[in-house]
């Protein structure tokens, strides 16, 4: 279970750094700045830990389909972006595929 924790972890804080890349405009503004790098440190830290147990290619699914999904709803609330229909689509069909991955499929680690 811990490694499921690690993962969450991982898609924390690489959900928190891609949504800090758009405030640091470029790298030209320091604080935003030192949260992509730290958050990035950090995700891959946690993923590689996740990696001693859960398969990669489970993991890596996981990791960016949440990670989709979240930089999405932040991009919504925090930067305006606004998603037509077929994205509401696209973004519920990614949640679907992790959803099977984790709850129907052999292939991922329980």
Do not use: C
Request: charged share 10%; glycine share 10%; hydrophobic share 60%.
């Amino acid at each position: 279970m811990k490694n499921w924790l690690f993962l969450a972890i991982a898609i924390t804080s690489e959900v928190i750094a891609t949504s800090a890349l758009k405030s640091s405009d470029g790298f030209t503004r320091l604080a935003p700045s030192l949260i992509v790098v730290a958050g990035y440190g950090a995700a891959f830290y946690f993923l590689s830990l996740t990696l001693k147990v859960i398969p990669v290619g489970i993991a890596y699914a996981v990791w960016s389909g949440l990670g989709i999904v979240l930089v999405t709803a932040i991009a919504w609330f925090f930067h305006g972006q606004r998603l037509d229909a077929w994205g509401f689509v696209g973004i519920g069909l990614i949640a679907s595929g992790v959803a099977v991955l984790n709850l129907l499929s052999k292939t991922s680690a329980h």
